[in-house]
């Protein structure tokens, strides 16, 4: 993902004003300007402590989001921002053997900036660690690097922008909800699935590309609304999309999607 300045994202935030309000645990308002100021670096680390799973909450307004693994304790976080108002809230409790954080931005009262605007989240989580984690978007590029954390549960509300979800190589989720916004969304589910992985992908404006397995059975089934539908590697199936592994493999990944406006791109791998 691009690094540097929120770009261009006046017209994103006002579709986000929308997007937020219907899925999100903050809140956006209209419409003055933000005050721009020192660049600032923070990093914190938050440590699992006594806790044996984890459920993260991550709330981000408008910015620059990369989220991948690597961490020696649960969280190990790198901030950005020149909004001083921006300033990233981290707060975390354990509640019987579950580990509960919360990573949040401060709700997002004005919203008309120019390209001098910066915030950037990096967060890095434990591999190893189970976890369970909702992430809520708004305005702005998500680079989200899932493959290598020991994910049970994903919950992804999109906003407006790029978003990229990258689940290659993941052992252990089994099921993910994706709530599109506006924007390109691309979603990488290659890999040697352990387990069965039920995906359900609602609405969206933009395209949609979903880049399968091929070793594994997979099943696609497309509600469309205002858009297309390209099947590279999978062939109709009554109402549904399915590979050549489909009811052949141990594990299968079911996919229902219910499609808003747009392109939907599915691509099995190495076709």
């Not at 976080?77 to 354990?94: G, L, M």
């Not at 967060?123 to 049970?152: C, H, K, Q, W, Y």
Request: include cysteine.
């Amino acid at each position: 993902m691009k690094k540097g300045m929120v770009k261009g994202l006046g017209w994103l935030v006002v579709v986000a004003v929308l997007v937020v309000s219907l899925g999100c645990s903050f809140t956006v308002n209209l419409p003055e300007t933000v005050e721009v100021g020192e660049l600032q670096h923070e990093s914190q680390a938050v440590e699992l402590g006594e806790a044996k799973t984890a459920r993260v909450t991550v709330n981000m307004g408008a910015g620059e989001l990369t989220i991948r693994g690597g961490a020696d304790s649960l969280m190990e976080a790198d901030f950005t921002y020149n909004v001083a108002d921006w300033r990233p809230r981290v707060e975390y409790t354990i509640v019987s053997d579950q580990g509960r954080l919360e990573v949040r931005q401060p709700e997002i009262r004005r919203i008309n900036w120019g390209d001098n605007v910066r915030n950037e989240w990096d967060l890095r989580f434990n591999n190893t660690v189970p976890l369970e984690m909702a992430i809520n978007l708004g305005a702005g590029e998500s680079d989200l690097e899932l493959g290598a954390l020991n994910l049970t549960e994903l919950d992804i509300n999109g906003g407006a922008g790029d978003t990229r979800v990258d689940l290659s190589g993941n052992q252990s989720l089994t099921r993910m909800d994706f709530k599109m916004g506006v924007g390109a969304t691309t979603f990488d589910l290659r890999g040697d699935w352990q387990q069965d992985l039920a995906v359900d992908i609602k609405g969206g404006v933009g395209q949609t590309t979903l880049r399968l397995p091929s070793e594994i059975g997979v099943r696609v089934e497309v509600t469309s609304g205002l858009g297309n539908v390209s099947a590279v590697g999978l062939h109709r199936d009554g109402n549904a999309y399915i590979n050549d592994a489909y009811g052949k493999s141990d594990t299968t990944l079911t996919l229902t999607i219910q499609a808003g406006v747009g392109e939907i791109n599915l691509e099995v791998a190495g076709e």
